[in-house]
């Protein structure tokens, strides 16, 4: 019974928050696209762009150090145009860049797949570091775990929807053409998040449980006064910060 409640009080957090709802639905439209292009990509290399096996695997070498670069950068764009800008920012440059993949051709034409598949991977993985990290302080502790798994859920059946609807349109129109099918679906998939609640906004809203403790006894009140003094410290040094990055 406590975890069917848990459940629906999941369900109605994710829904009734515009953000999280807004991410939740572009995660969803977005992995659909991400997948269907790498359900095809390998075929796509090989058969119209005409790459060996030992090519191929260099070239999603290129998207696995984008990622790694991407994760590496999150912070500081984060801390430089806030984090509700950065999300922006990393997806909209990233699905940019999704569109010169199916342009992908022999010789220097790999260095369309090389640039795209970089800052495509970099930049999704950027988001989705700053994201997550924002939503950890953001859900009530008790809703985290399953919020969080709900959306790996959503994101999930989506993927494997990508991948069944890529092989299909693989199968009728080519790679090629399903390639830019994808990748077209990921670039306006961007219009969800450019119509929500983060157009506008340099940073996400704090957690709206945060609370300061409320002690009982000396020894807490002890402790209190020390937990306030350090947040009041925390909260001028953002205010600083904040001032500063304007």
Sequence with gaps: MVAVLTGVATVFFTAGDRILLTFTVYGA??????????????????????????MIGGLFMVGSVGGLVGSMLAARIA???GNARAVL???????????????????????????????????????????????????????????????????TSMMA????????????????????????LLALSAGILLTGPMRGRRCLPSAPHAHLPQPSHDLGR?????????????????????????
């Design 161 to 184: 929807l990508g991948g069944l609807l890529a092989g299909a349109l693989g199968s009728a129109i080519g790679t090629r053409a399903t390639v830019w099918a994808m990748v077209v």
């Design 79 to 81: 801390a430089r145009v």
């Design 29 to 54: 439209v977005s992995n659909l696209a991400l997948m269907g292009y790498q359900a095809i990509e390998s075929l796509f290399l090989l058969r119209d762009v005409g790459a060996n096996p030992a």
């Design 89 to 155: 920012l990393c997806q909209l440059v990233a699905v940019t860049f999704g569109l010169l993949l199916p342009l992908t051709g022999p010789g220097f034409g790999l260095l369309f797949f090389v640039i795209s598949s970089f800052v495509l991977v970099a930049g999704v993985v950027a988001s989705n570091v700053i994201f997550s990290g924002w939503r950890q302080g953001y859900c009530p502790p008790h809703l985290l775990g399953r919020v969080s798994a709900s959306s790996a859920v959503i994101s």
């Design 222 to 246: 002890t402790v209190d006064r020390d937990d306030r003094a350090e947040v009041e410290l925390v909260e001028a040094a953002g205010a600083d910060h904040q001032g500063g990055m304007r």
